[in-house]
């Protein structure tokens, strides 16, 4: 079955650039989306299909998908982006999460 | 605006059977597909399941497959989850999600909370 490989934990400082990987065997070939979930709180949706912004959602946020590796980068981060966030992609007909990135704004 | 609302949880025995409902409002749901998510106390995203717009595909998890039943009633727009055979491992928060097709997850219900425990 394909797997999607997040870090566990990611720390970036205030107003910095936190980048979040997920990585899978030519990941570049599909779409990959990627969820901001905070505590007690369903996810949302931040990016679609590699690198596309839903409305509401900052220009801070932004995707990239090559090779093996997609990346969520979070520029100019904020207090309220601290969250967990996970990648995801279909693989023929199921749906794939990453294991889920902890995100700490210091 | 789009919502869902998820009811049905609660408490249930090993090997017993429930049932999660699925509110759909603000969109037109034969425009869409519908899934189930998942995630146990502390864990992270498992998907469920899933059934396109009219009904003619469902997808499973193998984790449930077999023992899970997707559906759906486009005409009362809602959506529907029949667990049989329940396990501990299957206490979860199950969210309804709105998502087309091989695209991506575009809005989530608050969830409800299952818990299967003797």
């Known amino acids: 079955s394909y797997e999607l490989t997040q870090p566990l934990s990611v720390s970036v400082a205030l107003g910095q650039t936190a980048r979040i990987t997920c990585g899978a065997n030519?990941?570049?070939?599909?779409?990959v989306h990627w969820y901001q979930q905070k505590p007690g709180q369903a996810p949302v949706l931040v990016i679609c299909?590699?690198?596309n912004r839903p409305s509401g959602i900052p220009e801070r946020f932004s995707g990239s998908n090559s090779g093996n590796t997609a990346t969520l980068t979070i520029s100019r981060a904020q207090a309220g982006d601290d969250a967990d966030y996970y990648c995801?992609?279909?693989?023929?007909?199921?749906?794939?999460f990453g294991g889920g990135t902890k995100l700490t704004v210091l | 605006q789009v919502q869902l609302v998820e009811s049905g949880g609660g408490v249930v025995q090993p090997g017993g059977s429930l049932r999660l409902s699925c509110a759909a409002s603000?969109?037109?749901?034969?425009?869409?597909?519908l899934h189930w998510v998942r995630q146990a106390p502390g864990k992270g995203l498992e998907w469920v399941a899933f059934?396109?717009?009219?009904?003619?595909?469902?997808y499973y998890a193998d984790s449930v497959k077999g023992r899970f039943t997707i559906s759906r009633d486009n005409s009362k727009k809602m959506l529907y989850l029949q667990m049989n055979s329940l396990r501990a491992e299957d206490t979860a928060v199950y969210y309804c999600?709105?998502?087309?097709?091989?695209?991506?997850?575009?809005?989530w219900g608050q969830g409800t909370l299952v818990t299967v425990s003797s």
């Open positions: 030519n990941i570049g070939n599909k779409n």
């Open positions: 299909r590699d690198s």
């Open positions: 995801q992609v279909w693989d023929s007909n199921t749906v794939v």
């Open positions: 999600v709105r998502g087309y097709t091989y695209s991506c997850f575009d809005h």
């Open positions: 603000g969109f037109n749901p034969r425009s869409y597909g």
């Open positions: 059934l396109n717009y009219d009904g003619s595909n469902k």
